[in-house]
């Protein structure tokens, strides 16, 4: 596969997942950054690498998808540090109006670790 098909397929795989699931205020914010887009490109190198020796790069979708989505928390998360106002061109998750709570702990905890 190239690396125009498998962002192909790691885009699909990601519009296919549900955010349904409970607590709603940690997903929902999951979704919508998810949804603003980039490059993709942690996943599209591992998949990419992992196709040099197997023919099925679909068999690690998940465990891609999973690095592309924390990668995404960071972002996030910076956003949260930062107060920032915009992220691709759209509202940060906290401009947005949606729910940081569940992200709380963990910026309290990187807070004061980094204060020294």
């Given at each position: 596969?190239?690396?125009?098909e498998i962002l192909r397929m790691v885009e699909d795989f990601l519009k296919s997942l549900k955010y349904d699931r409970k607590p709603h205020s940690l997903y929902e914010p999951i979704e919508y950054v998810?949804?603003?887009g980039g490059k993709r490109i942690r996943p599209v190198l591992m998949?990419?690498?992992?196709?040099?020796?197997k023919d099925?790069?679909?068999s690690i979708l998940m465990p891609a998808v999973?690095?592309?989505t924390?990668?995404?928390y960071t972002l996030l998360h910076d956003d949260l540090m930062d107060n920032a106002?915009?992220?691709r061109g759209k509202q940060t998750v906290h401009k947005n109006g949606m729910p940081t709570r569940p992200f709380s702990p963990v910026i309290l905890c990187w807070s004061w670790h980094t204060r020294g």
């Open positions: 596969m190239n690396h125009e998810l949804a603003l998949l990419m690498a992992y196709n040099l020796f099925d790069p679909k999973a690095l592309e924390y990668h995404n106002d915009m992220r």
